[in-house]
């Protein structure tokens, strides 16, 4: 069974671009997450989406925006790129996002911003 | 909030050493405790998991419990190989009945090298 695909995988942008990043999760999972992770900051929680719905929102400001579409796929957006949204962007899904499953990452996409 | 504490890293040891690495949350209720590891170039995997006091995750010959008494969830393993270097992440998630959707709170992350 394929797992969670991001793509693309690396990609570098320049201040004020904006940027989509795709993420196919895994065939039946409905619940797609996205997390940010950074050296200084960590792992730290996006949004995530089920049946094309937002049900969860971390603290990040409205330049990060995402969607998710019937086949349960799912896209993040990031407007006005700043030098700090550098990271590595990670998606994960499963199959209802509830509290105690696990989560199946994707490999992640790495964004530089110049 | 709910929040994840590891202890401080990097973690440097040879084959078939002991290894520890310490987490402790703050979290209501009666949160699920994960431990995910990341190898270089990939995501995370889960590693093992417990989701209730007591209990105990292991795979791979790593081994974690579930202790609330102390709030901790220390990973071990009594014999490492230089293919367990890696990041090693602790984390939570609000539990059953939560609406937390999608959302685990992780540590910083301890960087584990096994030297041969």
């Known amino acids: 069974k394929a797992g969670v695909t991001q793509t693309p995988r690396y990609l570098i942008k320049t201040r004020g671009q904006q940027v989509t990043l795709s993420c196919s999760p895994i065939s039946g999972h409905r619940s797609v997450s996205w997390y940010q992770q950074t050296p200084g900051q960590g792992l730290q929680f996006l949004f995530e989406y089920f049946s094309e719905t937002q049900r969860n929102k971390g603290n990040f400001p409205g330049r990060f925006s995402g969607r998710q579409f019937s086949n349960s796929r799912s896209e993040m957006n990031v407007s006005t790129l700043e030098l700090g949204d550098s990271a590595l962007y990670l998606c994960a899904s499963s199959l209802l996002g509830g509290n105690t499953g696990e989560l199946f990452f994707g490999e992640g996409s790495r964004l530089t911003v110049l | 909030g709910d929040s994840v504490t590891q202890m401080e890293g990097p973690v440097t040891l040879s084959e078939e050493a002991f290894l520890t690495i310490n987490c402790t949350y703050t979290a209501t209720g009666y949160p699920s405790l994960f431990w995910y590891v990341q190898y270089p170039g990939e995501g995370l995997q889960l590693l093992l998991k417990?989701?209730?006091?007591?209990d105990k995750g292991s795979n791979k010959g790593f081994e974690a419990t579930y202790r609330k008494e102390t709030t901790s969830f220390h990973l071990e393993k009594g014999s490492v190989q230089v293919s367990d270097s890696a990041v090693y992440f602790c984390a939570l998630s609000p539990g059953a009945g939560g609406t937390s959707y999608g959302k685990l709170t992780f540590g910083q992350g301890t960087i584990l090298t096994v030297h041969p």
């Open positions: 417990a989701t209730k006091a007591d």
